[in-house]
């Protein structure tokens, strides 16, 4: 069982496949036993987005398993979940969304100090092939590097 203080659920796929441009804490609407699921590590943000409807943030794509203790009213593993955030950021991500080639991405879900589930939510860029491709190189340079240099240190 996990420790429910050290939650830290990353989507490692989004840097992959996305440059990030900004990002936001949100805060998530959970129903019945979703939060237990969630203390217990079972989540995956793989293939999350947001996007708006009537003015109100959403994120699809958050696969919460079901509760292994629930009874006939546990929760749906794949619902779409409303995401909480000031009315400023929400315009801005809106505004922002409008430009081509623009999405907002799941990144990371942890749990805060008061046992809130929260979200990092990114604005981002599409990556083409060949900017993955680069991506790689300059991620194994820059572990080269480190650990040429760890081995200076000693």
């Given at each position: 069982?996990?420790?429910y203080k050290?939650i830290?659920?990353?989507n490692?796929r989004a840097t992959?496949?996305?440059e990030i441009?900004?990002?936001?804490v949100a805060g998530?609407v ?8 969630v203390?217990?590590g079972?989540?995956?943000l ?7 409807s009537?003015g ?6 958050v ?5 292994a203790?629930?009874t ?8 779409d979940?409303k995401?909480?955030l000031?009315r400023?950021e929400?315009?801005k991500l809106e505004r922002?969304?409008q ?5 907002v991405?799941g990144?990371?879900?942890f ?21 993955k491709?680069?991506y790689l190189?300059e991620?194994?340079?820059k572990?080269?590097m480190?650990?040429?240099m760890?081995?200076y240190?000693?």
């Amino acid at each position: 069982m996990a420790d429910y203080k050290n939650i830290n659920i990353r989507n490692k796929r989004a840097t992959f496949d996305y440059e990030i441009l900004e990002e936001y804490v949100a805060g998530v609407v959970l129903v019945g036993t979703e939060i237990k699921s969630v203390r217990l590590g079972k989540v995956a943000l793989t293939d999350s987005y947001c996007y708006f409807s009537e003015g109100e943030l959403w994120i699809r794509g958050v696969n919460i398993a079901e509760y292994a203790w629930g009874t006939c009213n546990n929760h749906t593993p794949k619902r779409d979940r409303k995401l909480l955030l000031n009315r400023k950021e929400l315009n801005k991500l809106e505004r922002s969304l409008q430009d081509r080639g623009l999405t907002v991405v799941g990144l990371r879900l942890f749990l805060n100090e008061r046992g809130l589930v929260k979200i990092v939510i990114g604005l981002a860029k599409g990556r083409k092939s060949y900017d993955k491709r680069e991506y790689l190189k300059e991620n194994d340079a820059k572990r080269e590097m480190d650990k040429v240099m760890k081995s200076y240190r000693r």
